[in-house]
Antibody
Framework: EVQLVESGGGLVQPGGSLRLSCAAS????????MTWVRQSPGKGLEWVAN????????NYVDSVKGRFTISRDDAKNSLYLQMNSLRAEDTALYYC????????????WGQGTLVTVSS | AIRMTQSPSSISASTGDRVTITCRAS??????VAWYQQKPGKAPQLLIY???ILQSGVPSRFSGSGSGTDFTLTISSLQSEDFAIYFC?????????FGQGTEVEIK
């Protein structure tokens, strides 16, 4: 059974940093693109970043470029999102998701970890 | 970024009704569209990709169509478990973007 479990969310002040983690199980992690998607309270979905199987390609939405870094550790079956210079508008539930075979749609999702940026 | 506009924002329907949700892209995106269902307190679930291909395990009452800029998700006979929010997503070009969602409510 595919499982994705996020952790690392919490309350942080504007300008602060957080590192989100996603522990994957039930599939061969190293063979899949992985992604982060966020959802602001009561709002819609926003794709944040993705990373290729070998980590050689990473893509980001413009609003997080230069502040967020996606990474992976295939030996630990884990995905990460390092978030720096956090802003109030980064407040959201952050989902880790597995990208399907095409690499562009999201066939399994975790339950999310909540990030709140507030003073 | 490509803007995905869904309509309507919400729809009230009864069990057994046929429901159609529309998603319009701000530019041509071929058939690079997916649809997701999200229930309260849960993560989204993939329903359809490539505009019309049903994800494994998704009931056949769900169907998708369209190409270019206009896409539809149809539920042929609404069931109680289908009351949820539905989102479209384009993956034609980065950044991938979602529609704002359509809430299917009980009439």
């Amino acid at each position: 059974e595919v499982q994705l479990v996020e952790s690392g969310g919490g309350l942080v002040q504007p300008g602060g940093s957080l590192r989100l983690s996603c522990a994957a199980s039930g599939f061969t992690f190293s063979t899949y693109w992985m992604t982060w998607v966020r959802q602001s309270p009561g709002k819609g979905l926003e794709w944040v970043a993705n990373i290729k199987q070998d980590g050689s390609e990473k893509n980001y939405v413009d609003s997080v470029k230069g502040r967020f870094t996606i990474s992976r550790d295939d030996a630990k079956n884990s995905l990460y999102l390092q978030m720096n210079s956090l802003r109030a508008e980064d407040t959201a539930l952050y989902y880790c998701a597995r990208c399907s075979g095409s690499g562009s749609t999201f066939d399994y999702w975790g339950q999310g970890t909540l990030v709140t940026v507030s003073s | 970024a490509i803007r995905m506009t869904q309509s309507p924002s919400s729809i009230s329907a009864s069990t057994g009704d046929r429901v159609t949700i529309t998603c319009r892209a701000s530019q041509h995106i071929s058939n690079y569209v997916a649809w997701y269902q999200q229930k309260p307190g849960k993560a989204p679930q993939l329903l359809i990709y490539a505009a019309y291909i049903l994800q494994s395990g998704v009931p056949s009452r769900f169907s998708g169509s369209g190409s270019g800029t206009d896409f539809t998700l149809t539920i042929s006979s609404l069931q109680s478990e289908d009351f949820a929010i539905y989102f479209c997503q384009q993956y034609y070009t980065y950044p991938w973007t979602f529609g704002q969602g359509t809430e299917v409510e009980i009439k």
